[in-house]
């Protein structure tokens, strides 16, 4: 099982079908969004089709940090440690250049579906939009 990370700072933009975070049992992922200016803001979007395009801790453990203003919206679900064993963690938190750090998902989002407490979401007065939370289903 391996280790990765990926970093989107400084403006950064970053599309894809989807994101995998600690996907595999043993393994470790890390995603770091981080920044907003009064030009723009870091972010991250997931443009696939149909089917799940955000997963954080399926059988590994998974981590994605949205901070300072960045932003990460998904079209589906949000799957957050979602197998025995997997631990999953989203932070969302901060604000800058009037922007609050923001997970914008248009879905279902599931947290600790098959295993309780092994999944947390955190921020302070930071936005997360979703239709549906599950916690310890």
Do not use: W
């Amino acid at each position: 099982s391996g280790h990765g990370t990926l970093t989107v700072n400084d403006l950064g933009v970053v599309l894809a079908k989807a994101i995998s975070i600690g996907k595999e049992a043993g393994g470790v992922g890390t995603v770091n969004l981080d920044g907003a200016t009064a030009t723009g803001r870091s972010t991250i979007t997931l443009v696939g089709g149909s089917g799940l395009l955000l997963a954080v801790g399926g059988s590994g453990t998974g981590t994605l940090n949205i901070t300072n203003g960045a932003i990460l919206s998904t079209p589906t679900d949000c799957l957050v440690g979602y197998e025995p064993g997997a631990t999953g963690t989203i932070v969302v938190s901060g604000a800058a250049a009037g922007n609050n750090a923001e997970l914008r998902i248009n879905g279902a989002m599931q947290i600790a579906r098959s295993l309780p407490d092994n999944a947390s979401a955190g921020g302070g007065n930071d936005r997360s939009d979703a239709d549906t939370l599950f916690t310890s289903t």
